[in-house]
């Protein structure tokens, strides 16, 4: 019942990031993948700007091989994402769409993608990133900005619709502690439950950086919202650190995010409901740290080669 994933990668924004498909043409990649998980979640090729690139068209190849390669390999999926201010295509950010026009859009996008994937996801991320780190709705959503707040709860309730099986999850960075933002999530999941909207769980990505140290009261933080009857997950974590001149990490920063990672999962572990922990990739070969954060890097828990870390054997003795 607990379940260890893995982000599956292929399809950035990025061009730097290094791979147009590894899942189709990268082997070992493959290998490793099949063996060591038993649960993937799509980096990017669900998301609107990937899956629905115009506005009457789906692309849904790379999500179906997804899908397809889990179910012969035993995994389960998570959904990523479906109400989200980032990755959006063009036409739907830069359309001139009425209100009612909209809302229309978002509600048939959700009922098809989920519907699609009926009964083969676990936990979709129904919404990505809505607040701030103080706690304020991102004015920089579409859906949120065009339509208001009471958007958030509709979702939900078409993607329930449209799968009453999956469990379905608000997702953000920045909340693996008690602060203002996972306070407006408490405070926000709270009120939606009491009205009855089916939202079944908070996860925390967990993009980690030595710089920032360990968010210590991890435990504390996933425990408060397991207690209002949620389940809980962490769904990105990597732990980044400042790569040395020669960019290779030193012994003692690879023992460090061995750390990190193991307080993640040991967190997790602890908490009623938090069954599904998935990685941001596996392997530094794919990796989007690079490419987002400048200086960063080897945030995965194995090296290009496949070869593991520190963090790989932390992990597994956590088991
Ligand atoms: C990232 C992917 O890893 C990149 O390949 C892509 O170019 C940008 O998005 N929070 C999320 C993820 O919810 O979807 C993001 O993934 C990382 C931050």
Sequence with gaps: GFYIGTAVAGGGHHEEQPYPDPFSSDRPYREVLAAEFSSVSPENQMKWEYIHPER????????????????????????????????????????????????????????TVVK????????????????????????????????????????????????????????????ESVNAKSDAYYALIKQLRAEGVPVHGFSAQAHLSTRYGFPGDLETNLKRFSALGLETAITELDVRMDLPESGVPTAEQLAQQADYYQRTLTACLNVDGCDSFTIWGFTDKYSWVPVFFEGEGAATVMWDDFGRKPAYYALRSTL
């Design 116 to 175: 699609r994937y009926a009964g083969r996801i676990q936990q979709w991320d129904v919404a990505n990133e809505i607040f701030t780190d103080t706690g304020a709705l991102r004015s920089e959503n579409i859906w949120i900005r065009e339509l208001g707040p009471g958007i958030v709860a509709d979702a939900f309730r078409w993607a329930h619709k449209a799968d009453p099986k999956a469990k379905l999850f608000f997702n953000d960075f920045g909340v």
């Design 56 to 111: 009457d068209r789906y692309n849904f190849a790379a999500a179906d091989a997804i899908v397809r390669f889990a179910k012969q390999n035993r995994q389960v999926v998570r959904g990523h994402t479906l109400l989200w201010h980032s990755q959006n295509p063009e036409w739907l950010e830069q359309g001139d769409f009425t209100p009612e026009q909209l809302r229309e859009i978002l509600r048939e996008h959700i009922t």
